[in-house]
């Protein structure tokens, strides 16, 4: 069975930092695209950022770009997201998703949009302070 597991959320004021991690049991991320989206309350879920991992493609939302990076540990068949500046419209839930299978023939921004992930976690909280 599939698990995604994050952590790494919190409260921070803005201009903060704070990195996120998503674990996966059951499961190893390279070879497929891994995305991170976040939800805040009343609003849309949106698609922030994708890799494919071990790979080189990736694709972060205009609204993040500059100020988070994804990431990817092999080793310890983990994703991260590294989220710096922070401002108060980042407040969200945040999600980590995973292809079940990798689609390496679409490009990044693609994957995200359609947001056609097969796991997704529980989510981690971010609220950022003005």
């Known amino acids: 069975q599939v698990q995604l597991v994050e952590t790494g959320g919190g409260s921070v004021q803005a201009g903060g930092s704070l990195r996120l991690s998503c674990a996966a049991s059951?499961?190893?991320?390279?070879?497929?695209?891994i995305a991170w989206f976040r939800q805040a309350p009343g609003k849309e879920r949106e698609g922030v950022a994708v890799?494919?991992?071990?790979?080189?493609?990736?694709y972060y939302a205009d609204s993040v770009n500059g100020r988070f990076t994804m990431s990817h540990d092999r080793e310890k068949n983990a994703v991260y997201l590294q989220m710096n500046t922070l401002k108060p419209e980042d407040t969200a839930m945040y999600y980590c998703?995973?292809?079940?299978?990798?689609?390496?023939?679409?490009?990044?921004?693609?994957?995200?949009?359609?947001?056609?992930?097969?796991?997704w976690g529980r989510g981690t909280q971010v609220t950022v302070s003005s």
């Open positions: 890799i494919y991992a071990g790979g080189i493609s990736s």
């Open positions: 998703a995973a292809q079940q299978t990798g689609t390496p023939w679409i490009s990044a921004m693609a994957a995200l949009a359609s947001a056609r992930f097969d796991y």
């Open positions: 059951g499961y190893t991320f390279g070879g497929k695209y």
